[in-house]
């Protein structure tokens, strides 16, 4: 059976979109499989008939998808293709600060936050140079909706890090970067902390526990239920 590439690439990247706005919480695990093979069919297919505008819109697709699963590593991957993509055929505007964007997405997710800041702001200024009004509020409301860190969270974050485990580090910045994400949308509660806490504390080092729990039990008595 022959098929129309181009339109085949374009009903796969709209089916992948419409798979991404089922809230996370609703979305099945089957779902997301399906997102994930369409986004990387939507891909493939675009690089036999698209150009570079195309290849880097379907490198950004699969990497914002990996980056909504809280695959950090794949969405760097494939966010640094789609920004070598842009620069390399140079065409700017709003999908270099797309670019930009994803790789700060991806950053963010692994807990890597002065990679993500620094791929933020590259991303803030190149949306700042669009002329579309439109287009450039989008881009720096997206931009704006990755979690960086406010002072007291890096030294959280900070004091957690020096304490963990050799070789777990990837491990403890996913659950961190899932609890700063909470705090920014006002879902990080004592019963979140009081499940992750002990997830965090298998990771540390243990003579660090105990200092660990202090800290820990100072920032639950902050929180509301």
């Not at 994930?36 to 891909?43: G, P, V």
């Not at 794949?74 to 964007?101: P, R, T």
């Not at 790789?103 to 200024?125: Q, S």
């Amino acid at each position: 059976m022959e098929i129309d590439v181009r339109k085949e690439a374009i009903k796969l990247y709209n089916e992948t979109w419409d798979l991404l706005d089922i809230p996370a919480e609703s979305r099945s695990d089957e779902q997301n499989l399906e997102m994930i093979h369409k986004t990387h069919a939507s891909n493939y297919l675009w690089s036999l008939v698209g150009e570079p505008k195309n290849f880097a819109r379907g490198e950004w697709q699969v990497s914002h998808v990996y980056a909504v699963l809280g695959c950090g590593e794949l969405a760097l991957k494939y966010g640094e293709a789609s920004l070598k993509i842009v620069q390399e055929s140079g065409i700017g505007g709003k999908d270099l600060a797309f670019g930009f964007e994803a790789v700060a997405r991806a950053y963010a997710v692994m807990g890597d936050y002065d990679k993500a800041r620094e791929y933020k702001a590259k991303g803030l200024e190149a949306a700042s140079l669009l002329e579309d009004e439109d287009d450039r509020k989008y881009i720096e409301g997206e931009l704006n909706g990755i979690v960086t860190l406010n002072p007291g969270q890096k030294m959280f974050f900070d004091f957690v890090m020096e304490r963990v485990l050799e070789g777990k580090k990837a491990d403890i910045q996913k659950i961190m970067a899932e609890s700063f994400k909470r705090q920014a949308d006002g879902t990080f509660t004592k019963e979140y902390m009081a499940e992750t806490a002990p997830a965090i504390i298998t990771l540390l080092r243990p003579e660090c526990v105990e200092e660990f729990k202090q800290a820990a039990a100072h920032m639950s008595g902050q929180l509301q239920s």
